[in-house]
């Protein structure tokens, strides 16, 4: 059953989604198997995903699915354990690191038609496409990097493959969407 576009998370639902990503990922860096996850409902709500990965406040691996085909109980499953064994820019997670891991999961809202003018940064992540070639960079990059419109349209259109400037042309189709965003990170208490 396809999850409403205003879907959101209550905060019990969040940690029982960030427990089951965490629980994967041991399970995955170990290799071991795990049980299966609660009936909640969130477990069976369908939304593309992704699921980063930070060890030491630096990207471990990020892996996510944009049209989601599946529940959430399976893509969690999927993009944690890609996210951890098989992000191609980076080394499978080892065990010794567990203990470190940070992990967040963005869940999208349904890509649709935007206008460079309409991008609001740190709202809208952004998917480029051009004949086979797709790009695509989460809400959170253009603010963890301060860039501006044209500079998150030009990276998105760079992680595509295409040259900088291509989401000037009208062969290329922008979209945008938004994300809810929650990790498992553990503030410092100020001393």
């Known amino acids: 059953m396809p999850s409403p576009p205003d879907f959101s998370p209550s905060p019990e639902e969040r940690r029982a989604l960030l427990q089951y990503a ?3 990922v041991e399970s995955a860096v170990r290799h071991s198997s795990f049980s299966a ?3 909640d409902p969130i ?3 369908v939304r593309g995903v992704f699921v980063t990965i930070h060890a030491k406040n630096k990207l471990r691996g990020c892996i996510g699915v944009v049209e989601a085909a599946e529940p959430l109980r399976s893509s969690i499953a999927h993009c944690a354990t ?3 064994l098989h992000d191609p820019r980076f080394l499978p997670v080892r065990p010794e690191e567990l203990e470190h891991l940070e992990i967040e999961i963005s869940l999208l809202s349904p890509p649709t038609p935007i206008q460079p003018a309409d991008i609001a940064l740190g709202k809208h992540g952004l998917i480029v496409v051009s004949d086979r070639r797709r790009g695509l960079l989460l809400p ?3 603010a963890e990097h301060q860039l501006d419109r044209e500079e998150f349209l030009a990276e998105t259109c760079h992680k595509a493959g295409l040259p900088r400037d291509a989401w000037k042309s009208s062969a290329v189709q922008i979209l945008g969407f938004t994300c809810e965003v929650f990790s498992d990170r553990v503030e410092a208490s100020p001393k």
């Open 43 to 45: 477990f069976s709500a």
């Open 140 to 142: 959170q990059v253009a």
């Open 22 to 24: 965490r629980h994967v």
């Open 37 to 39: 996850v609660s009936e």
């Open 82 to 84: 890609g996210a951890a």
